[in-house]
């Protein structure tokens, strides 16, 4: 599955992408598709993600998928980030103290 000008590809299949809506852009049935031909289960697929089980399971039964993970999900199936990219990011997150970057509030 690729993403490619404004399709996404997978095998012979292409879907036009709506404009302006991130989280219609992932077809969910090529998620679901492309996880299960790896034998992936769902925890660890959208681990990478930063989603957990239960979230992913609503985002491939239909919930709208918000725009980072969408981004996320083009970048991964377009090969430009790789499981070894994010998992350093995860880790990065994790370890150097960014958590407070995230929450300015504090």
Known sequence: ????????????QMHSLPSGDLSSAIDRFLIVEYRKKKKESQRRFWARFGVTQSRGSRFEAGAEIPPPVSILLGLYFNKTVSDGDLGRAERVLRHSGAPMLLNPGQ
């Open 1 to 12: 599955m690729e993403l490619m000008g404004n399709q996404w590809s997978a095998g012979t």
